[in-house]
């Protein structure tokens, strides 16, 4: 059975830096795409970032310079840095696996449960 189980999310004070793990079982994530995606509320999900089995990375323009994401394949985790958050990075984060990199949630056939992210003063 696969799971995928976010962690670090929390409240941050802008310009602050958080780390969320995405630590998966029942499969071997360094054959996998994973990709980091985010739901603000009213707002439809988006992908933020990816990693594909090749270790590309991909990321969306929002989040450029200042998001990181990398897998640490001995402990099956992706991880992904966020600095210098701002009020708009606030979201509920999902870690998703799927065959290839991709910005469309329906590419991805596994999903976490998330992760929230409260960036605020």
């Known amino acids: 059975q696969v799971q995928l189980v976010e962690s670090g999310g929390g409240l941050v004070q802008p310009g602050g830096s958080l780390r969320l793990s995405c630590a998966a079982s029942?499969?071997?994530?360094?054959?996998?795409?994973i990709a980091w995606f985010r739901q603000a509320p009213g707002k439809e999900r988006e992908g933020v970032s990816c990693?594909?089995?090749?270790?590309?990375?991909y990321y969306a323009e929002s989040v450029k310079g200042r998001f990181a994401i990398w897998r640490d394949n001995a402990k099956n985790t992706v991880y992904l840095q966020m600095n210098s958050l701002k009020p708009e990075d606030t979201a509920v984060y999902y870690c998703a696996t799927g065959p290839g990199s991709s910005w469309d949630p329906t590419d991805y056939d596994y999903w976490g449960q998330g992760t929230r992210v409260t960036v605020s003063s």
């Open positions: 029942g499969l071997t994530l360094d054959y996998y795409a």
């Open positions: 990693i594909d089995s090749s270790t590309n990375t």
